[in-house]
């Protein structure tokens, strides 16, 4: 029987399988994953101070040892900073020899041997360290750790700096150093070897890179001279810090050791900048 439409107000059909409130479908005990807050990196000052070498491309550049490699070099610098154009301009062309007759052993413990010291002096006490071998060609790691601490003070050699080349002739004999793979080894792994070795801090491996490897791009950022070369040269008003050598001499790049070399005959002639015209043959 129908029902009309009064007895439909009055009394509905009962819903069947009713829903439940919007509200009771959602569990309080159902959790969200939490986000993650990234926190600011922040560099200490070591890793402030501490050389960039490109981290992507770890490519050993041709050491400057042939002409063209110093043609290319000065060109690169010409055309980058007019300012080191005028001193390129000025001096003779560096000259980087290509001898053998060191090794990267052996001009290591020269390194350690003559910090602190006088040209005369140390090259007295080089002499009398190669004495105690046969020749320079037998200075190896373990020839070198055969010598006694005592012994190495009774040519002239500190204490601390006798500890400093038995500590490079472990890592050698250890394998963690050779010839051969500082050769082989880019700028910015070279640079955390080498500075593992007790003694051997960041100017000791930048003049090492430089003047016994002939790297193309390093800038010894701590070095005073190449720092006052560097002020002459842009009219600063005080000695730049690392970070500030840094941001100046990025256009020197891939060809900063040139550019250093230079900031040495620059200050050598008291930074006096020579007439823009002048030019050399």
Not at 34 to 56: C, N, Q, R, Y
Not at 136 to 143: A, D, H, K
Request: glycine share 4%; with cysteine.
């Amino acid at each position: 029987m129908k029902r009309t439409r009064s007895q439909i107000k009055s009394n509905p059909t009962p819903i069947t399988n009713p829903q439940p409130p919007i509200k009771t479908l959602i569990s309080s005990k159902i959790t969200f994953p939490a986000k993650k807050i990234l926190k600011p990196t922040i560099k200490t000052k070591e890793e402030v101070k501490k050389p960039h070498f490109p981290l992507l491309t770890p490519i050993i550049q041709k050491p400057l040892t042939s002409q063209n490699e110093i043609t290319a070099a000065l060109n690169h610098l010409r055309a980058a900073d007019p300012l080191l154009s005028t001193i390129i301009n000025t001096f003779p062309p560096p000259q980087f020899s290509n001898s053998n007759a060191i090794t990267p052993f052996f001009s290591l413990i020269k390194t350690l041997i003559s910090q602190q010291l006088s040209i005369k002096a140390s090259s007295s006490i080089e002499q009398r360290f190669i004495s105690l071998f046969t020749n320079q060609c037998s200075i190896l790691p373990n020839t070198v750790l055969s010598v006694t601490p005592d012994t190495l003070r009774s040519v002239g050699i500190s204490a601390r700096k006798a500890a400093y080349i038995h500590d490079l002739a472990t890592k050698y004999a250890d394998g963690f150093l050779s010839d051969s793979s500082i050769v082989e080894m880019d700028d910015e792994m070279l640079y955390e070897k080498l500075m593992s070795v007790k003694g051997i801090g960041p100017w000791s491996v930048h003049m090492f890179m430089i003047f016994t490897l002939h790297r193309p791009d390093v800038l010894p950022v701590g070095d005073l001279v190449v720092r006052r070369g560097v002020e002459k040269l842009y009219g600063l008003k005080v000695l730049p810090s690392p970070e500030k050598m840094e941001g100046l001499c990025e256009k020197w790049k891939p060809y900063r050791s040139v550019g250093s070399w230079y900031m040495y005959r620059f200050v050598e002639a008291k930074g006096v900048l020579p007439n823009p015209t002048t030019t050399t043959t």
